[in-house]
């Protein structure tokens, strides 16, 4: 996990709630604010330009879908026959003929379009067909994506749906993504995730035209990759034991609980994922965490570490190994690196670089190189030999020395070289390109010394982090409500823009056991950062992007994938009194929602005292329960906020 040198919840007050920039579009106001009506055009990622015409498309029982160029496009096509035919029940075929009975029409451009680029497309609905034209077939999948949100919501049901009228407003669309690097990394080595888990994650990003699906598959809990050659990596390393509860304070594993808990995939396996996500204009960026963060391959191949003490490592179970009070890098209990003095390390990272480059065929390979605890090194003799030999002057330029050697292992295999920030900070050569966590400042560091950057920083893209407040949320070190995320821009005034790829969330998994959880984690905020790397900057408007969110959240229910209601939870803020007492102050993030509480053990609904100030928490009130409502309707959940939390937030002077 990424950690951030303090476990402070991030605290938003209303006034860092996300912007609400004016969007003004000659085509269609189509700003839906906080009234909350319902629009039959609620598209995520918001598209470049939509004009609203006259009239709908109504779907007939028998639809026929028309390209000339039926190989190229037989994703879409198959894309569109599984989506329509399931909730309908309606008969949906395809042909190469010109034919003057289709009701939809995918059109790959003659002469190239400059405006709509290699993923943009054109989308014209009207009363008789649908027209989706675009230079690539990428741009066909992703104007069908628009074209399912256009469609009533049930079209996201898995069964058949009866009593829905299939139709489609009439719309010229015209859509094209503001960067080409739009992901989302999905942690499994943490938490193992099936092969089939994998693709019902695609599944749900590609709907939001996410392209970069980034698989940690290396850490301390588990190495997820069969590498031939190296058995020990999944008999061994594979596996740990279970724990459940707070990670990071679990108690030590003891020699007669079973290493069963875990799991790996073969290399067939990563291949058959590959395939999947490319019929998904998905690219799979594979991550290999080294030199920190690798205590499951030091437990399977003890040699590879500096630390004699190796041998009797295990693959961690979420015991604590490290200490985090000096801040980053941290003081390791155990040490979870790899050896940079060591050469049958770099024998061992070829073979796996070998093996990788041959499974995933995206042209970059990412390495890690975050998080390497340096103080095992500080007195191991070999480290101090390398350093004498090298003229290295710190564990920063020993680091350095390792990702050089690293990147000319990557390049010789034929991959681009990407690594997390912390490599600038020992110097790496200029064709590195960074993944940005820390802060938006070392990518933009990155980016102003002409590295290729991803931007993924804590403070907006953080997908593990806490959605509302620790009493409901699953507690890990921060707090990043969906209206931060929202404003993210991962392109900052001041940084030439083409030495930005574009930006990604990251979902770490250690407090993530399940894909329920992991899809609660991604969604809503997996709306945001959609936006912020496809939608035009400024097109991007809080109250319009809530409205369709809310939209949005009845769609994924339809299609049975967890969200987040958290949106809707208010946000404490306590203080104490001149004489003493506690303060509570609500805040909201959905402006229109109105609060109701009770100190007296009940559980309070619209007929309770409304907040409308901050509240002075009687003497003897052990408990404050906050329920929100929109009218007479209940939207947000009941949250119990323990008093004895409260005096913890505001201790008192002594």
């Given at each position: 996990?990424?950690?951030?040198?303090?476990?402070?919840?991030?605290?938003?007050?209303?006034?860092?709630?996300?912007?609400n920039?004016?969007?003004?579009?000659?085509?269609?106001?189509?700003?839906?604010?906080?009234?909350?009506?319902h629009?039959?055009?609620?598209?995520?990622p918001?598209?470049v330009?939509?004009?609203?015409?006259?009239?709908?498309f109504?779907?007939p029982?028998?639809?026929?879908?028309q390209?000339?160029?039926p190989?190229?496009?037989?994703q879409?096509i198959?894309?569109l026959?599984?989506?329509?035919?399931?909730p309908t029940?309606?008969?949906?075929?395809?042909?190469?003929?010109?034919?003057n009975?289709?009701?939809?029409?995918?059109v790959?451009?003659?002469r190239?379009d400059?405006?709509?680029?290699?993923?943009?497309?054109?989308?014209?609905?009207t009363?008789?067909?649908?027209?989706?034209?675009a230079?690539?077939?990428?741009g066909?999948?992703?104007?069908?994506?628009?074209?399912?949100?256009l469609?009533?919501?049930?079209?996201?049901?898995?069964e058949?749906?009866?009593?829905?009228?299939?139709?489609v407003?009439?719309?010229?669309i015209t859509?094209?993504?503001?960067?080409?690097?739009?992901?989302?990394?999905?942690?499994?080595?943490r938490?193992?995730?099936t092969?089939d888990?994998?693709?019902?994650?695609?599944?749900?990003?590609?709907?939001?035209k996410?392209?970069?699906?980034?698989?940690?598959?290396?850490?301390?809990?588990?190495?997820?990759?069969?590498?031939?050659?190296?058995?020990k990596l999944?008999?061994?390393?594979?596996?740990?034991?279970?724990?459940v509860?707070s990670?990071?304070?679990f108690?030590?594993?003891?020699?007669e609980?079973?290493?069963?808990?875990?799991?790996?995939?073969?290399?067939?396996?990563?291949?058959?994922l590959v395939a999947?996500?490319?019929e998904?204009f998905?690219?799979?960026?594979?991550?290999?965490?080294?030199?920190?963060?690798?205590?499951?391959?030091?437990?399977?191949?003890?040699?590879?570490?500096?630390?004699?003490?190796a041998?009797?490592?295990?693959?961690?179970?979420?015991e604590?190994?490290?200490?985090?009070s000096?801040?980053?890098?941290?003081?390791?209990?155990?040490?979870?690196t790899l050896?940079?003095a060591?050469?049958?390390?770099?024998?061992?990272?070829?073979t796996?670089?070998?093996?990788?480059?041959?499974?995933?065929?995206f042209e970059?390979?990412?390495m890690g190189?975050?998080?390497?605890p340096?103080?095992?090194?500080?007195?191991?003799?070999?480290?101090?030999?390398?350093?004498?030999?090298?003229?290295?002057?710190?564990?920063h330029?020993?680091?350095?020395?390792?990702?050089?050697?690293?990147?000319k292992?990557?390049?010789?295999?034929?991959?681009r070289?990407?690594?997390w920030?912390?490599?600038?900070?020992?110097?790496?050569?200029?064709?590195t390109?960074?993944?940005?966590?820390?802060?938006m400042?070392?990518?933009?560091?990155?980016?102003?010394n002409?590295?290729?950057v991803?931007?993924?920083?804590?403070?907006?893209?953080?997908?593990?982090y806490m959605?509302a407040d620790?009493?409901?949320?699953?507690?890990?070190?921060?707090?990043l409500?969906?209206?931060?995320?929202?404003?993210?821009?991962?392109?900052?005034?001041?940084?030439?823009?083409?030495?930005?790829?574009?930006?990604?969330?990251?979902?770490?998994?250690?407090q993530v056991?399940?894909?329920?959880?992991?899809?609660?984690?991604?969604?809503?905020?997996?709306?945001?950062?959609a936006?912020?790397?496809?939608s035009?900057?400024?097109?991007?408007?809080?109250?319009?992007?809530?409205a369709?969110?809310?939209?949005?959240f009845?769609?994924?229910?339809?299609?049975?994938?967890?969200?987040?209601?958290?949106?809707?939870?208010?946000?404490?803020t306590?203080?104490?009194?001149?004489?003493?007492?506690?303060l509570?102050?609500?805040?909201?993030?959905?402006?229109?929602l109105?609060?109701?509480?009770?100190?007296?053990?009940?559980?309070p609904?619209?007929?309770?005292?409304?907040?409308?100030?901050?509240?002075?928490v009687p003497?003897?009130?052990?408990m404050?329960?906050?329920i929100?409502?929109?009218?007479?309707?209940?939207?947000?959940?009941?949250?119990?906020?323990p008093?004895?939390e409260?005096?913890?937030?505001?201790?008192?002077?002594?």
């Open positions: 996990m990424k950690l951030l040198l303090s476990s402070a919840l991030i605290s938003l007050s209303l006034g860092s709630l996300a912007q920039t004016v969007v003004a579009t000659d085509e269609i106001a189509l700003n839906q604010t906080a009234n909350h009506a629009s039959e055009i609620a598209i995520i918001e598209p330009t939509i004009t609203k015409q006259d009239g709908h109504k779907l029982e028998s639809i026929l879908i390209t000339s160029k190989t190229e496009l037989k879409a198959a894309f026959q599984e989506r329509l035919s399931v029940g309606y008969f949906v075929s395809s042909t190469a003929a010109a034919s009975t289709a009701n939809i029409r995918l790959l451009t003659e190239n400059a405006a709509i680029g290699a993923e943009g497309y054109h989308l014209q609905v009363p008789q067909q649908i027209t989706i034209t230079n690539k077939p990428a066909i999948f992703y104007g069908v994506q628009t074209l399912m949100q469609l009533p919501k049930e079209i996201e049901s898995k058949e749906v009866k009593d829905v009228t299939w139709k407003p009439c719309v010229n859509d094209y993504p503001r960067l080409g690097w739009r992901g989302l990394m999905f942690d499994v080595a938490h193992f995730f092969k888990e994998v693709k019902q994650y695609i599944d749900a990003m590609v709907r939001y996410y392209n970069i699906l980034h698989l940690h598959l290396t850490d301390d809990e588990g190495w997820r990759i069969e590498i031939k050659g190296y058995p999944t008999e061994v390393g594979a596996w740990n034991v279970k724990r509860g990670f990071g304070n108690i030590p594993t003891k020699p609980e079973p290493r069963n808990y875990g799991g790996f995939y073969t290399q067939e396996d990563l291949k058959e999947y996500a490319k998904r998905v690219n799979i960026l594979p991550e290999v965490d080294v030199p920190g963060h690798s205590l499951a391959a030091v437990a399977s191949y003890p040699e590879l570490s500096c630390t004699p003490d041998v009797n490592y295990k693959v961690r179970s979420g604590r190994i490290m200490d985090w000096r801040g980053v890098p941290p003081l390791a209990m155990v040490d979870n050896c940079p060591n050469e049958k390390v770099y024998e061992f990272l070829d796996v670089v070998s093996q990788v480059a041959k499974i995933f065929p970059y390979m990412h190189g975050d998080e390497a340096h103080n095992f090194w500080e007195k191991t003799p070999q480290i101090l030999e390398l350093m004498k030999r090298e003229n290295l002057k710190n564990m330029q020993v680091q350095s020395y390792f990702e050089r050697r690293l990147e292992i990557v390049a010789k295999h034929g991959k070289f990407m690594a920030d912390e490599v600038l900070e020992g110097g790496v050569s200029q064709s390109a960074v993944m940005s966590w820390r802060d400042k070392y990518g933009v560091q990155a980016a102003k002409k590295h290729e991803v931007m993924s920083p804590t403070q907006y893209a953080y997908l593990d959605q620790e009493i409901t949320e699953p507690k890990v070190y921060k707090g409500r969906l209206s931060k995320t929202y404003q993210f821009d991962p392109v900052p005034d001041g940084v030439d823009p083409k030495y930005i790829k574009g930006g990604q969330g990251n979902l770490w998994t250690e056991y399940n894909i329920r959880q992991a899809e609660y984690q991604t969604w809503p905020r997996g709306f945001a950062l936006e912020s790397v496809w035009p900057k400024e097109k991007k408007n809080w109250n319009n992007f809530f369709r969110t809310e939209q949005h009845e769609r994924l229910a339809i299609a049975e994938t967890k969200y987040a209601p958290s949106v809707y939870d208010p946000i404490f306590v203080k104490r009194t001149a004489d003493g007492k506690l509570v102050t609500l805040d909201k993030e959905v402006e229109d109105d609060i109701y509480y009770s100190f007296d053990n009940s559980f609904d619209h007929f309770y005292p409304k907040y409308t100030e901050p509240l002075v003497i003897d009130a052990n404050l329960r906050v929100t409502y929109r009218g007479k309707k209940p939207i947000g959940r009941m949250m119990n906020m008093i004895e409260l005096n913890k937030r505001a201790p008192m002077k002594k």
